[in-house]
């Protein structure tokens, strides 16, 4: 039993095969899926796919490079979003620094806004941080977002960073990244963290892993994030899928 904990198959890449390609991510063992979306659109197609699916949950917000398209108006739909029983997270939100899509003081801003609005619904964050970790922690602690929780997703900090955001109540996410000939970070991090606070994803159809590299990610390939972390920590995959959907299901709230 698998939990991919960050997918993206409202995204386009699936239009011509999304139903099968999730199936065939059901049939291959993967219990879970999270569907985050990035943007009020794809808030609201995250909304549909938990609709059809019994085993797809979702996380509603604005990624930072859209944040500049956001008014009051985004806020509230949001929030309506959220009354969804399968939508147990908000998200992702956070930072972006590599490609500074949408101006910085509006990433923050909207970071801020979007913490807010989670810990009124008691859900929650799923974090994007990328080249933006000082001010995303400054934000996650100015903001109390402890009392909510979450996940930084494809977790891209240090070891040293890691107590950090273990220390605001918050898991870390790993994905494809792990499998990567380069990957000397991340995995100093997985042979240090709590394994209560990992949680495994694909972020598909984004980041796929060796040996599937370069070809579109799907949930069946996060199978292969799992088995990494067992090589690493020298553990059975069985028990690290067992842990990683246990810890997901905690943190999101599913029974």
């Given at each position: 039993?698998?939990?991919?904990?960050?997918?993206?198959?409202?995204?386009?890449?699936?239009?011509?095969?999304?139903?099968?390609?999730?199936?065939?991510?059901?049939?291959?063992?993967?219990?879970?899926?999270?569907?985050?979306?990035?943007?009020?659109?794809?808030?609201?197609?995250?909304?549909?796919?938990?609709?059809?699916?019994?085993?797809?949950?979702?996380?509603?917000?604005?990624?930072?490079?859209?944040?500049?398209?956001?008014?009051?108006?985004?806020?509230?739909?949001?929030?309506?979003?959220?009354?969804?029983?399968?939508?147990?997270?908000?998200?992702?939100?956070?930072?972006?620094?590599?490609?500074?899509?949408?101006?910085?003081?509006?990433?923050?801003?909207?970071?801020?806004?979007?913490?807010?609005?989670?810990?009124?619904?008691?859900?929650?964050?799923?974090?994007?941080?990328?080249?933006?970790?000082?001010?995303?922690?400054?934000?996650?602690?100015?903001?109390?977002?402890?009392?909510?929780?979450?996940?930084?997703?494809?977790?891209?900090?240090?070891?040293?960073?890691?107590?950090?955001?273990?220390?605001?109540?918050?898991?870390?996410?790993?994905?494809?990244?792990?499998?990567?000939?380069?990957?000397?970070?991340?995995?100093?991090?997985?042979?240090?963290?709590?394994?209560?606070?990992?949680?495994?994803?694909t972020d598909c159809p984004y980041?796929?892993?060796?040996?599937?590299?370069?070809?579109?990610?799907?949930?069946?390939?996060?199978?292969?994030?799992?088995?990494?972390?067992?090589?690493?920590?020298?553990?059975?995959?069985?028990?690290?899928?067992?842990?990683?959907?246990?810890?997901?299901?905690?943190?999101?709230?599913?029974?």
């Amino acid at each position: 039993m698998l939990f991919d904990s960050h997918a993206h198959y409202d995204n386009k890449r699936f239009d011509e095969d999304r139903f099968e390609v999730i199936k065939k991510a059901y049939d291959s063992g993967v219990s879970y899926i999270l569907n985050a979306a990035a943007d009020m659109a794809s808030s609201l197609e995250t909304v549909s796919l938990t609709r059809k699916f019994d085993f797809i949950y979702g996380a509603v917000g604005v990624h930072p490079h859209e944040v500049a398209k956001m008014s009051d108006d985004d806020i509230e739909k949001l929030k309506d979003f959220a009354k969804e029983e399968k939508i147990v997270a908000i998200g992702e939100i956070g930072l972006d620094y590599y490609y500074d899509f949408s101006p910085r003081e509006q990433q923050k801003l909207w970071f801020a806004r979007q913490i807010n609005l989670a810990k009124e619904l008691n859900l929650p964050i799923i974090v994007h941080d990328r080249d933006a970790h000082k001010d995303v922690l400054d934000i996650v602690k100015a903001e109390q977002a402890k009392d909510v929780g979450g996940v930084f997703h494809c977790y891209s900090g240090s070891v040293e960073m890691l107590k950090d955001v273990l220390e605001n109540n918050f898991y870390i996410s790993v994905g494809g990244t792990l499998t990567f000939k380069n990957a000397k970070r991340v995995v100093e991090v997985v042979e240090r963290v709590p394994l209560d606070r990992l949680l495994i994803e694909t972020d598909c159809p984004y980041l796929t892993p060796e040996p599937h590299r370069g070809k579109r990610n799907d949930s069946s390939y996060v199978r292969l994030v799992a088995e990494k972390i067992a090589k690493i920590r020298g553990m059975s995959f069985e028990e690290v899928a067992e842990i990683t959907t246990n810890n997901a299901k905690r943190l999101f709230g599913i029974k």
